[in-house]
């Protein structure tokens, strides 16, 4: 932690209603400069409305935010970047077309003595900068060549190119691989040793525990307690956040494991991956593991219908079926939870009704009339099912948490009765409390008879729910391996392994 003791946020009082929903009920805390101050809560803690106020998106309703030693009243985002605020958010936003330093000059652009843009002095100062930050990116290059790990890198310096005092990092790992996060961390170290001080929001407690020097604890629109890193356990840190012992992370009821219900035989789509064969049965959780860009996820929607296939051959319940879109798949039992919720999973404007009964619409559709009745039975039994909290069935689902979203998703499909439920990601940015939720009720399904596949780039969540993993490298299946076998090391092995042919 760096020398410094002042305070360079301060809190207080900050309170937020919306029509139906007080999300912030008067927060107060501090934060030291030169720090790194994890925000940690479940889902519709309030964390994100907390930042939004801090940012200039949003008003409180009451209260005040004192940074750097005076009371500031942030009309918009710019404002606060001006003042010394910056947030690198979870969904990343870049322009593709621009360079990179055109990105880190944006709407600052430096110009020569008549007026024109210098984009020699921008890769100039851009490479500057990089070099103060270790960062190994060219500055003449485009932003849609870049990889998420270096965009957040990007996004990053950009905030250190407006003399940042305090930079907000929304979930900023989500979608990095190990030796990203390693890179990331690395820089910033170096920036909490130059004074800059972080805010870091993350459902990953293990770089929670890992990063920060200070945890402030958020529940339900409430703070909680700042806690000193150092001196506390991650199971008093859950406890804080969610306000009761997690006892089981990982339910795994037991299951019957039946017939195979899902066979795939030399599934292959050129340049994506290569000559896939697995089986499901009834009752089980197959796990499926594997570095970022191994192919899990394409091989998944291929089978879903999504992508299509050059060769191979689906069979469900010892029947060869030909699915071309999703409708074949739904109507043969098969549901997928995406992965991008946002993009290919939600109509974001509508409500948590539309949302839920929309791929189940022909149950409610006995004439012309839609049966609203039934429609708020089935989604009011869902949304207790999963604990979702929302104000309302007709509240818009872009106004949830990102956990509460993933619930609604999953409800979507659970009103459909699968057979065989894929999940990709399936607690990606959710909390420790809703993970477990989402765990058990898989661990039901598959209890109940249904065929689970997840795909999940978090071992413990793969080790803990899977009766059988398979593991992908570089679009090749490298292994499958039994619950009672598996463990972290021989998991990884296969993810960096090429299998041999024979």
Known sequence: MANETRNILELREIDKQFPGVHALDHVSFTVKAGTVHGIIGENGAGKSTLMKILIGIQPPTSGSVIF?????????????LRRGIAMVHQELMPIPELTVAQSIFIGKEPTGPLGHISDRQMVAETQKLFDRLRITIDPRVKVGTLSTANIQMLEIAKAISYDAKLIILDEPTSSLTENEVEKMFDMMTMLRSQGVTMLYISHKMNEITRITDEVSVMRDGHYICTMVTAEHTLDEMISAMVGRDIENMFPKLDAEIGDVLLEVKGLTRKGVFEDISFQVHKGEILGVAGLVGAGRSEVMRAIFGLDPLDAGEIFVDGK????????????????????????????????VSDNMTIANIDAYTGGPILDKKKMRKDVAEQIELLSTKTPSQEQIINNLSGGNQQKVLLSKWLLTDPRILIVDEPTRGIDVGAKAEIHLLLSKLAQQGCAVIMISSELPEILGMSDRIMVMHEGVKSGEITRADANEENVMHMAFSVPAKG
């Open 68 to 80: 750097d030693g005076e009371e500031v009243h942030f009309k918009n985002p710019a404002e606060a």
């Open 320 to 351: 060869k079926v030909e699915i071309k879109s999703p409708k074949d798949a739904i109507a043969l039992g098969m549901m997928f939870l995406t992965e991008e919720r946002k993009r290919d999973g939600l109509f974001l404007i509508h409500s």
